[in-house]
């Protein structure tokens, strides 16, 4: 087996008070109906010719149309249910959710056994989630990036540490 490695970013923004994450929604049309556990943060492989940072910025900002800009947080590596390793990189920015991306594409054939190829978003949507949301929405294996940048953030920014967590479960 080959190592596959992918490398991202994951954007983040104060908003009223609490840190939110921007993520990434897959595209095409095997992906048009998953949403919780599904989101990603953008990510792709690195070029023969670049490091895994420089990867990390290029497939941001093909993949959802906004280019990254540093100082870039490193939050190390985590490896997915697949195998792949992902190692991700985070910087604070901003985006009006409001405002539509713009993603490569790519190419397949569809519908399945016509013979016809479609082309389609790698990413069709993506937008800010506070950590709550987020970590529903992430692919569970991705989710320790959220922690990791929480308790870094946590250490320079006393406004970010984390709140306690309710327990739903225990009488008010």
């Keep these: 087996m080959s190592l596959r490695v992918s490398a991202g970013l994951v954007m983040y923004r104060l908003r009223g008070g609490e840190l939110e994450v921007f993520l990434a929604h897959p ?23 670049e490091t895994l940072l420089d990867a990390a910025k290029r497939e941001f900002e093909e993949e959802v149309g906004i280019p990254p800009h540093g100082p870039y947080l490193e939050l190390g590596s985590i490896r997915q ?12 920015g901003d985006w009006d959710d409001s405002k539509p991306i713009h993603s490569n594409t790519f190419e397949m054939p569809w519908p399945p056994r016509s013979g016809q190829m479609r082309s ?23 989710c ?28 008010a």
Excluded: C
């Excluded at 595209?27 to 010719?49: C, L, M, V, Y």
């Excluded at 249910?81 to 604070?92: D, L, P, S």
């Excluded at 790698?122 to 991705?142: G, I, P, S």
């Design 27 to 49: 595209g095409g049309p095997r992906s048009a109906h998953e949403d919780d556990g599904f989101w990603t943060i953008p990510k792709g492989r690195q070029n023969p010719d």
């Design 144 to 171: 320790p990036l959220l922690d990791r940048l929480e308790a870094m953030l946590a250490m320079y920014r006393p406004d970010l540490r984390p709140k306690a967590r309710s327990d739903s479960s225990q009488p």
């Design 81 to 92: 249910r697949g195998g792949k390793i992902v190692y991700a990189w985070a910087f604070e």
């Design 120 to 142: 389609f978003p790698e990413v069709d949507r993506a937008r800010f989630f506070n950590l709550a949301a987020a970590r529903e929405k992430l692919k569970e294996t991705q």
